[in-house]
């Protein structure tokens, strides 16, 4: 059993930057590194979203064409550890954005290749 447990979602205003953190509790023996991590997010009366995600073993990442020069994802495989770092926020980035880590390493922008979930932090940004 995986958990994972985000944190760093607030009120920010447009331009802004938030960090997001997502903190996994992961079997012995295993590590971030092990798993596809990747940050989805949902606004009120749309679909889940992807945001991004790493293939730590390969070192392939992905963006969302929305997010690309703003968004930036990264570990600390020690804490065992996903951030998101969020510079020039916007309106638009208003939603729940919420973690997940996938034993996949291909098609890892669908959220169905995902087998864990975190329960989401709220990330609102006024213009």
């Known amino acids: 059993q995986v958990q994972l447990e985000e944190s760093g979602g607030g009120l920010v205003q447009a331009g802004n930057s938030l960090r997001l953190s997502c903190a996994a509790s992961?079997?012995?023996?295993?590590?971030?590194?092990?798993?596809?991590v990747g940050w989805f997010r949902q606004a009120p009366g749309k679909e889940r979203e992807f945001v991004a995600t790493?293939?730590?073993?390969?070192?392939?990442?992905y963006y969302t064409d929305s997010v690309k020069g703003r968004f930036t994802i990264s570990r600390d495989n020690a804490k065992n550890t996903v951030y998101l770092q969020m510079n020039r926020l916007k309106p638009e980035d208003t939603a729940v954005y919420s973690c997940?880590?996938?034993?996949?390493?291909?098609?890892?922008?669908?959220?169905?290749?995902?087998?864990?979930w975190g329960q989401g932090t709220q990330v609102t940004v006024s213009s």
């Open positions: 790493s293939a730590w073993s390969s070192g392939n990442t």
């Open positions: 997940a880590a996938s034993r996949y390493t291909a098609n890892i922008v669908s959220a169905n290749r995902y087998d864990y």
């Open positions: 992961i079997v012995p023996g295993r590590t971030v590194s092990t798993y596809s």
